[in-house]
DNA sequence: CAGCATTGTTGGCACCGCCTACATTCGGGG
DNA sequence: CCCCGAATGTAGGCGGTGCCAACAATGCTG
């Protein structure tokens, strides 16, 4: 089957897979020049396609922001669970996810900050929460293992949770923010879980 | 001086100190409608003055952020050096830091987001840096007093200060994010101090 | 194969940031 | 004291944006 050229070298009026086009493009533009440089006219315009017909895949900027979040809280989970080495002892297993994540936030700033803007809110878009959730669940699955072996001390398992993945975020924060080389941010991973683990008072 | 009014009750020709309306009314709508709902040419409006003026003050909308996130650093700083109490044991005396910032940054959620943002670099402003170095003094003070104290774990005070502000940071971040909410973040202050100084391991 | 839903296109609206040319006012040196 | 340059504000225009409505091509399904 030839394809139905017209005459000229026309694409086919329909794209064919405009949205994923608009997304992989998004997360490129947002790669190299920012989430302030996105523009909806400039994708499409990447795509070979007119100003408007993004908006036949979402009704709004937000509405690709939010997809393009969740993309990223999917990439996000996938390295976690990729990184958890469950038959590892508890402090090697921590460093081990931790670097994961401090990796994935080092090379993918513009991304992780779209994942915690607080704009979604409003709908929550429950897929959205479901993805959080997942991500969370592998770090939450080590603290909880722990704990069970007693490794770790009582409490309840989800502020444990939410107290290390803060240590977390802000060390990805800082290094996001240049105030800490990213190399150095992934070079003292170890010495940094040792730190959560054992605390700052001398033993 | 019976004031030049011409004939209409016209404002004068120059505002007078349209550069600090302009930065107040910045934060004001930061604080109400969010960063992205940000205009110059609106700020222009609010302030009775001509959508170009503003130019004549900060040479691009960058450079009001700039000076944004300088009053950002320059409230923070007040913030914590009034709220650091050198009497204090050093457990109560953290709280009290700790403390002083969730609570800046719940209040100051989008200003906060502003300072972060990694967008100074290239000419780093200067007063920025110093601006950043004065706020993170505090926190870097009460780590050596401790450390000098045999309080805290010997290692470079520098580097356990930037471990301590992270998990702060992330802290704040969860709760501008919300995945905690404000109140819980605030409330669990001492606890979660109590963490980072001993660790998640059972003693 | 007819008709309807989907996907693109064109054009227009209001707004934005930034620029240039021009107007007004202020302030300091002759 | 006044005059002229520096600061500050104004008017208008340019290219860009997101969003919307009306219309066109295509795909799918009964």
New binding site residues.
């Given amino acids: 089957m030839p394809a139905?050229r017209?005459t000229q070298e026309s694409?086919?009026?329909?794209?064919?897979?405009?949205?994923s086009t608009l997304l992989a493009g998004a997360e490129r533009t947002l790669r190299e020049k920012g989430t302030g440089a996105?523009?909806?006219?400039?994708?499409?315009?990447e795509a070979?396609?007119?100003?408007?017909?993004?908006?036949?895949?979402?009704?709004?900027?937000?509405?690709?922001l939010n997809a393009l979040a969740l993309v990223g809280y999917d990439r996000l989970g996938q390295a976690l669970e990729g990184a958890d080495d469950p038959t590892l002892p508890l402090e090697k297993r921590l460093t081990a996810l931790a670097r994961a994540y401090l990796a994935f936030s080092i090379d993918n700033a513009e991304l992780l900050e779209l994942m915690y803007a607080r704009k979604h809110e409003p709908d929550a878009s429950e897929q959205l929460a479901a993805a959080v959730d997942r991500t969370v669940g592998s770090l939450e699955r080590v603290i909880a293992d722990a704990q069970e072996r007693g490794e770790i001390i009582a409490g309840d398992p989800q502020y444990l949770t939410l107290v290390t993945g803060a240590t977390l975020q802000g060390i990805a924060s800082f290094a996001a923010g240049g105030m800490l080389a990213p190399e150095a941010a992934l070079d003292g991973t170890e010495e940094f879980v040792h730190l959560l683990l054992h605390g700052l008072k001398p033993r």
């Fill in positions: 139905s017209p694409r086919p009026y329909h794209h064919g897979d405009l949205r996105l523009s909806l006219r400039e994708l499409a315009r070979g396609v007119s100003h408007a017909a993004p908006g036949r895949h979402f009704k709004d900027k937000q509405a690709l």
